[in-house]
C-alpha cells in the first residue's frame, strides 16, 4: 500500500473541510489556531510533504529554500498570493496554488454591504443606539446619501468587481471601471460598465470607489494623499482586497478634514493592527477582514485547496496553479 502525503495545516478549517483531508493525506492539524512561528514553518518545511498555508504564513525565499526541504506543494487556503514569494517557489520547485472561485460571491457581498453601510452611516446609528445615546426619530438625524443613478468606480475588473458590479446595478448603481487590461466589449456590455482609462479619472468621477486589485508591490498605497484629494467630497471609498493598496494614514486625514465623506474598509495594511486615527472616526466602517467569512465559502475554498493538493500527489496538474 502506498504510503499517503504528509500534510500540515497551518490554521484550523472547516471541520468538513478537515475531515476531507484527514481521510486523503497524513494530515497534522492546527488544534489550537494559533499562528505558526518561524521556527515552526522551517521545521515544517522539511518535515511535511505539503502544507496548506493561510494569509498568515509568510513564505519568503529563505523559508522556501529550507535545507533538508521536503515541501513539494504550498496549498494556498485564500485567493490572494501575496505572502508567498511566488518567483523563490518556482525557483526552488515548489509548486503553489490558490482558491480564486470559491471567495467570489461573498466577497462581493461583503462589499455592497459596505457601501450600504457607509452611504447610510448605518455604523454610527448602530453605535448611537448601543450606547443608548439616540433620542428618538426627528427629521435630520444621520441622513445618509441614496445609491440609485450614483456611480460606482471599480479599481479592477477581476471575479469579484464583477460579482459587486451585478449587485450594484440592482440598487441604480452605474459602473465605470479602470484596470490595466480592457474587458471585452461582451464584459463590458453584460455588466453595463464603461471603461475610464486612468485611476485618477475613475476617482474624479466615482461617487463609490471600490478596490478590487491584488496586493504586492505594484499595488502598495494605490489610494494615496493626491488620489483622495482628487475624489469628490461626498465620495466614498470601500476596500475588500488588500490592506496595502490604501495609505490608511491618508485615508484617515482625508476623513478627519471631510475630504471624501466616508469609507469602509474589511482590510488593512499591518493586519491586526488598525490606523489608531481611523479607529476613532465616525464617518468609517470597520470590519475584521470577513470578505469571505461565510461557511459556504471558507468549506468551498477548504475543499478547493483539497483538490489542488490532491491532484498534485495524483500526478496530475493542479487546477489553480499560480506557481
Not at 483531508?21 to 489550537?32: G, P, R, W
Not at 475588473?157 to 458590479?165: N, V
Not at 484596470?179 to 486612468?198: H, N
Request: glycine fraction near 8%.
Amino acid at each position: 500500500m502506498t504510503e499517503r502525503p504528509s500534510l500540515l495545516v497551518t490554521r484550523r478549517l472547516p471541520d468538513s473541510v478537515e475531515a476531507q483531508l484527514s481521510q486523503k493525506f497524513e494530515v497534522t492539524l492546527n488544534a489550537s489556531d494559533v499562528p505558526l512561528d518561524r521556527e515552526a514553518l522551517t521545521q515544517a518545511m522539511a518535515r511535511y510533504d505539503a502544507l496548506c498555508t493561510t494569509l498568515t504564513e509568510r513564505m519568503d525565499a529563505e523559508l522556501l529554500a529550507t535545507p533538508g526541504r521536503t515541501v513539494r506543494i504550498l496549498g494556498n487556503f485564500g485567493a490572494g498570493t501575496e505572502h508567498i514569494d511566488l518567483a523563490a517557489a518556482r525557483a526552488n520547485g515548489v509548486v503553489v496554488t490558490n482558491t480564486p472561485d470559491a471567495v467570489t460571491e461573498a466577497t462581493a457581498d461583503l462589499a455592497l454591504l459596505l457601501i450600504l453601510m457607509a452611504s447610510r452611516r448605518a455604523g454610527e446609528g448602530e453605535r448611537e443606539l448601543r450606547a443608548q445615546r439616540w433620542s428618538g426619530w426627528h427629521p435630520t438625524h444621520l441622513m445618509g446619501q441614496s445609491l440609485s443613478g450614483k456611480v460606482l468606480g471599480l479599481v479592477g475588473f477581476g471575479r469579484i468587481a464583477q460579482a459587486t458590479a451585478t449587485r450594484a446595478r440592482a440598487f441604480g448603481l452605474r459602473i465605470r471601471y479602470y484596470s490595466r487590461t480592457r474587458a471585452s466589449s461582451d464584459q463590458e456590455t453584460a455588466f453595463s460598465a464603461e471603461y475610464v482609462p486612468s485611476l485618477e479619472a475613475l476617482a474624479a468621477q466615482a461617487d463609490v470607489l471600490s478596490i478590487h486589485v491584488p496586493g504586492g508591490a505594484a499595488t502598495r498605497h494605490l489610494v494615496d494623499s493626491r488620489l483622495l484629494t482628487g475624489m469628490k467630497p461626498t465620495a466614498i471609498l470601500v476596500n475588500t482586497a488588500r490592506g496595502t493598496s490604501v495609505d490608511e494614514a491618508a485615508l484617515a486625514e482625508a476623513l478627519i478634514t471631510r475630504r471624501i465623506a466616508a469609507a469602509g474598509l474589511d482590510v488593512y495594511e499591518r493586519e491586526p493592527a488598525v490606523e489608531s486615527a481611523l479607529l476613532a472616526l465616525e464617518n468609517v466602517v470597520l470590519l475584521p477582514h470577513l470578505g469571505s467569512a461565510t461557511i459556504e465559502a471558507r468549506t468551498g475554498m477548504g475543499l478547493q485547496a483539497a483538490a489542488n493538493i490532491a491532484a498534485f500527489f495524483a500526478g496530475q496538474e493542479p487546477p489553480n496553479r499560480v506557481a
